[in-house]
């Protein structure tokens, strides 16, 4: 349990610094620098990229949204050569040094190589998200139902920690890189980039040595014997998904509170730098502070899972989210940011618990939970690209501001198709 834990201090520093915090800070910067001479009238920075000429912020995040529908394609098919071939761990490896990589390869990255940034933006990204379903698919299998929520909530606050570690290193170095015999401008943030890559491979060896190896079901090793065997899995949990309507009901509603809360963390940060002029070290602070709030709110969310159950928990969480989004539009400056940035930190667990509380809603005798969670997963990664899309476009065909009370919306559909699950009806407190 403990080296599961460590996953999340391990990839946490990939989440925090480079899709929240230094490096969409960085890309702004660096982006406007390149090509600020090709602003329109409404001050948006106009990038070429494979030809094209798109809006620098709408570019980031059409990124992000396409990194995570090639997860949402993947993720099922390789879940089902996890449950069957006993692939897990390698697969869970094979996406990790994907990300690390492309992560290390950002330290390239100045800004007229437009298109190097936004490849290595979307295989970190697709690293990061494809090592996700076989990280979370071990957590019913190396704890008890009673366990889940707490250790839930310890990889997560491992994360925050870790990630606040090496966000304070970064920090340090950004901040006194005159007095580190730093002279070029952008050589500090791009080597909190290599660090990420360095801190994600070396932390991660701790889960890759101790997480069990999953059993084999077929002794097959030819490659397309096992995806076929691995789709019949597949097709198998699918089936039987549509005998389990409270899971169903969950994975709707978390469809869309999803789409509205993974949205605001990836780029809030974005929406400081480009709505509010926020400068780098004031939006890691920020991020800082989200992570620090965050440590504390992921025990907070457990423990009302324990009394009010993990449905009343999720109501009050997504309740909160729906404010804040609200909220987003009227935020005018720095203080607003910190405070709604506070709140957020609070109920980022919302997502860990909604973790733990699919994990009780499985069957009680499933041993495939590789492919289980691939359907968490895929959902998880189809809301991400939902929200991205939808802010990409609302921000470049309205304004941010625009963008983010639309996703109030999704808050509150993801509300009442969640008040629908009936967790009771399987021993779980309601």
């Avoid at 304070?168 to 170095?173: D, T």
């Avoid at 009680?364 to 939902?386: G, P, Q, R």
């Avoid at 921000?395 to 625009?402: I, V």
Wanted: glycine share 8%.
């Amino acid at each position: 349990m403990f080296a599961w834990a460590s996953y999340d201090w391990a990839n946490s520093a990939y989440n925090l610094a480079i899709t929240v915090s230094i490096f969409p800070a960085y890309y702004e910067s660096v982006v406007k620098g390149a090509f600020g001479n090709a602003k329109n009238a409404n001050d948006k920075v106009i990038v070429p990229f494979l030809g094209m000429n798109v809006e620098s912020g709408a570019l980031y995040s059409y990124t992000l949204s396409f990194s995570f529908l090639l997860a949402c394609i993947l993720s099922p098919l390789l879940a089902g050569v996890a449950d069957v071939g006993g692939k897990k761990k390698i697969l869970m490896q094979f996406f990790t040094y994907l990300g690390a990589s492309a992560c290390a390869g950002l330290f390239f990255f100045t800004g007229q190589n437009i298109e190097l940034g936004i490849f290595c933006v979307l295989f970190a990204s697709l690293g990061f998200a494809g090592s996700l379903v076989f990280y979370v698919s071990y957590l019913p299998e190396i704890a008890t139902p009673d366990k889940w929520d707490d250790l839930s909530a310890r990889g997560f606050s491992a994360g925050f920690l870790g990630s606040i570690i090496h966000l304070v290193v970064s920090l340090f170095i950004i901040l006194n890189a005159k007095n580190l015999g730093i002279t070029d401008g952008t050589l500090a943030p791009r080597i909190s980039f290599l660090l990420v890559a360095i801190w994600w491979v070396s932390f991660a060896q701790i889960a890759f040595y101790y997480l069990p190896n999953s059993p084999k079901k077929s002794e097959s090793t030819n490659l397309s014997v096992l995806f076929k065997q691995g789709f019949a899995e597949l097709n198998h949990t699918w089936q039987s998904l549509k005998n389990l309507p409270n899971l169903k009901r969950f994975l709707l509603g978390f469809f869309f509170y999803s789409m509205g809360a993974q949205t605001i963390l990836l780029l809030a940060t974005l929406f400081g730098a480009q709505v509010l002029k926020l400068e780098q070290q004031e939006l890691i602070f920020t991020t800082l502070l989200l992570q620090v709030v965050g440590i504390l709110g992921a025990y907070i969310v457990a423990y009302f899972a324990k009394i009010l159950g993990n449905k009343k928990a999720l109501i009050v969480m997504v309740t909160i989210w729906t404010i804040i989004a609200i909220c987003g539009y009227f935020v005018q400056t720095k203080l607003h940011f910190y405070l709604i940035a506070s709140a957020v930190g609070v109920v980022m667990g919302a997502i860990h618990i909604s973790r733990s509380t699919y994990a009780k809603l499985l069957p009680a005798d499933t041993e495939d939970t590789t492919s289980y969670f691939s359907f968490y997963d895929v959902v998880e990664k189809l809301s991400i690209v939902s929200g991205t899309l939808t802010f990409g476009i609302l921000s470049q065909a309205l304004d941010m501001r625009s963008a983010i009370i639309a996703l109030s919306v999704y808050f509150v559909i993801g509300l009442v198709v969640l008040t629908t699950v009936k967790m009771n009806e399987l021993g779980i407190r309601n």
